[in-house]
């Protein structure tokens, strides 16, 4: 299987920071990550695929880069409404995995 | 407007079976990928398993860990798909979240709550 890590785990950051978060897979899976957005008590909310491209209706605050076994999501200015864990996901090969998840609080 | 909703959750004992069921509307439910996606309390996203399309035959694809154990399905005349959970185990108790699985899971359901207790 493929395992996915992420950092970092937490993070404390202001409205209007730029947020960074990586996301490594133990093998090579191309483009094929999917980055998601996941509020207390909610569905998670798919924010990109495809490693760089955004979902419909997705403001371009957020980004995704990379390919291979490293990945990026940037926030460009954190938003109230922003405040969130968010997991990277490759779907390259079956068993699709998540990584264990990035909670962006406020500082 | 895309939804999927889910149903069946509630509370089952250790060794018991239940039945989850996700309600699509808004696309052409027949022509995609369907996924079930697990989160235990307190824990991330596991990914459970998938149910290909007509087109590829309706196989499916499982997690190692309810192998054997689940089973998913669908009925693309009732825009439905299914999970049926057998054997259930402490370590099942999560909330299930059936998604499409378009562009990775581009949209999911509110999820349903399934707690194995005695």
């Known amino acids: 299987d493929i395992q996915m890590t992420q950092s970092p785990s937490s993070l404390s950051a202001s409205v209007g920071d730029r947020v960074t978060i990586t996301c490594r897979a133990s093998q090579g899976i191309t483009n094929n990550l999917a980055w998601f957005q996941q509020k207390p008590g909610k569905a998670p909310k798919s924010l990109i695929y495809?490693?760089?491209r955004l979902q419909s209706g997705v403001p371009s605050k957020f980004s995704g880069s990379g390919s291979g076994t490293d990945f990026t999501l940037i926030i460009s200015s954190l938003q109230p409404e922003d405040f969130a864990t968010y997991y990277c996901?490759?779907?390259?090969?079956?068993?699709?995995?998540f990584g264990p998840g990035t909670k962006v609080d406020i500082k | 407007e895309v939804q999927l909703v889910e149903s069946g959750g509630g509370l089952v004992q250790p060794g018991g079976s239940l039945r989850l069921s996700c309600a699509a509307s808004g696309f052409t439910f027949s022509d995609h990928y369907m996924d079930w996606v697990r989160q235990a309390p307190g824990k991330g996203l596991e990914w459970v398993g998938r149910t290909r399309n007509k087109a590829n035959s309706y196989t499916t694809e499982y997690a190692a860990s309810v192998k054997g154990r689940f089973t998913i399905s669908r009925d693309d005349s009732k825009n439905s798909l299914y999970l049926q959970m057998n054997s259930l185990q402490t370590e099942d108790t999560a909330v299930y979240f059936c998604?499409?699985?378009?562009?990775?899971?581009?949209?999911w359901g509110q999820g349903t709550l399934v707690t194995v207790s005695s």
């Open positions: 495809a490693a760089s």
């Open positions: 998604a499409r699985g378009y562009n990775s899971f581009d949209c």
């Open positions: 996901q490759q779907y390259n090969s079956y068993p699709f995995t």
